[in-house]
């Protein structure tokens, strides 16, 4: 079997984030879920964003996160997502190449148009999500690189994405393609809404041993289980996937790998700004160290702190020297 040459190559949903902070009042007023993640149509996302006040447009989704991540820690990325051939479509695609993450994926002409995030981020570092998928949910299983897939050490997969069915065949595809090459698949559950529609699938996934390394947080690791204890959620699980990751938020982070598990606390930063990308942020991190076949409790103190970093300004995409503040933590 030939030696990958790209750590790690992710599907995922193409979309410009746009972002601006709010009080907590307009988000009352706007009948949004503080904190959640809900997806919108056409007409909602005008009607936010006549709403937002002055606001950054920064190329974002989950998997696009984790690869900017990875990239900034000097990891070979790839990414596979649908974006429209319009104005969005060429800031995302400009923006991931430039992060010198390779990104092939053919635009789709004409409607819908690129997917957008229209977030909201009140005093207290709470990011309200609102999703229009836009071009994103169209991603076709033809506009796989099988060959790219096979030469990656891990696919990574966006659960987010699993709800069109679109990309839910192309993502099982890829699965199919990245075993078949003797590659690991890591899943990120993305958000509890996700496994209350698809948890079916996933469970089938994981008892099928389809998935070697699952990210969730706790909040989806007690959707995905139906226990609201955390050590029982992870004492179900854990036993079913190689690699189990579930992040704490300030509590921190823990995983099990073979039976033995390592926690790791949540660094230490002066204020929370903007909470988005902190999971995305976090798998980042301990995939780097993975790939790098470093142990489970440097990848966990890999990905707090990149976790850290991200939640320390606005944004999901690293602004500091990643590489300078793990070297610093790790030495």
């Known amino acids: 079997m030939p030696q990958p040459t790209t750590d790690v190559i992710a599907i995922g949903n193409a979309i410009v984030d746009v972002m601006a902070p709010c009080q907590d009042v307009l988000i009352e007023r706007l009948g949004l879920l503080k904190g959640g993640m809900t997806l919108i149509d056409t007409a909602r996302a005008h009607e936010l964003y006549e709403a937002m006040g002055p606001a950054r447009e920064i190329s974002g989704g989950s998997a696009a996160n984790t690869l900017a991540g990875l990239a900034a820690l000097g990891a070979k990325c790839a990414f596979i997502g649908q974006v429209a051939d319009d104005q969005l479509g060429e800031v995302f695609a400009h923006d991931i190449r430039a992060g010198g993450i390779a990104f092939d994926t053919a635009a789709r002409a004409g409607d819908p148009p690129t997917a957008r995030c229209l977030i909201f981020v009140t005093p207290d570092g709470q990011r309200t999500m609102n999703t229009f998928l836009g071009a994103s949910q169209f991603l076709p299983p033809a506009a796989l690189d099988e060959a790219a897939i096979a030469d990656a050490k891990i696919l990574y997969l966006e659960g987010y994405l699993w709800d069109p069915e679109e990309p839910r065949a192309a993502m099982r595809r890829a699965i199919a393609a990245a075993k078949n090459a003797g590659r690991k698949v890591a899943f990120t559950l993305s958000d509890a809404f996700v496994i209350e529609r698809h948890g079916a699938d996933f469970r089938a996934m994981i008892e099928t041993g389809e998935i070697d390394i699952l990210f969730a947080n706790h909040v989806e690791l007690e959707a995905l289980t139906g226990h609201g204890d955390f050590d029982a959620g992870l004492a179900e699980l854990a036993p079913k996937v190689p690699l189990l990751v579930v992040t704490r938020g300030a509590d921190g982070a823990v995983a099990v790998h073979e039976g033995q598990r390592f926690e790791v606390k949540a660094e230490p930063i ?61 030495g």
């Open 270 to 330: 002066e204020r929370v700004v903007d909470t988005t990308g902190a999971g995305d942020l976090f798998a980042a991190g301990f995939l780097y160290g993975h790939v790098r076949d470093l142990a489970i409790d440097q990848c966990l103190t890999i990905g707090a702190v990149a976790a850290a970093e991200i939640i320390s300004h606005y944004g999901a995409r690293p602004e500091a020297d990643l590489k300078a503040l793990i070297k610093a933590r790790l």
